[in-house]
């Protein structure tokens, strides 16, 4: 059996796939750190929490649409949160039939723990990318504003056309 990676040989065209794998190197390497600190709800909660925090009371669409990730992530999330009692839901009170997400008095307390964390973790980024050599935050921002400015699609059917593959 190889011993080779085979995604790392497959190279550039699998970049989604090394990237969902380092997003899984980061989540688990840090959250055993994460509940060592007190934090209870999943790791990849942060940010929902956060945004709840500044936003109160908010939608599933509403944050997965600020969040940019996908609705039945962000139930699930949501669904997680509400298990650890840090989230409720409440009525709209415009629209009883919708549902907001709402921190509990445990929820707050999370975020703000997160927010210390959160200070903490971004210097331990900053140093890798400085062992790195590149800073792929600065990369990851300028590749996503190059993809939201021309997305990645239209950009891959032009190439497919232009080298005579894509009928």
Known sequence: MPDQDFVRALGLPFMAHRLRRLSELIL????A???????EGPARAGSTLLLLRENGPTSITEIAYR??????????LAAA??????????????????????LTARGTAEAARIEQV???L????????????????????????AAEARPIGARLEAELHREGEYS
């Not at 688990?28 to 959250?31: C, F, L, M, P, T």
């Not at 400085?130 to 990369?139: I, N």
């Open 28 to 31: 688990e390497g840090s959250s």
């Open 67 to 76: 969040l940019r990730l996908s609705h039945p992530l962000i139930i699930k």
């Open 81 to 102: 949160l509400a298990a650890a009692g840090l989230v409720e839901n409440e009525s709209d009170p415009a629209d009883s039939r919708r549902r907001l997400i709402a």
């Open 122 to 145: 971004g210097r331990v980024f900053a140093a890798m990318f400085e062992e790195a050599g590149a800073d792929l935050y600065v990369a990851l921002e300028r590749f996503e504003a």
């Open 118 to 120: 959160s200070a903490a």
């Open 33 to 39: 750190v994460l509940r060592g600190a007190g934090l």
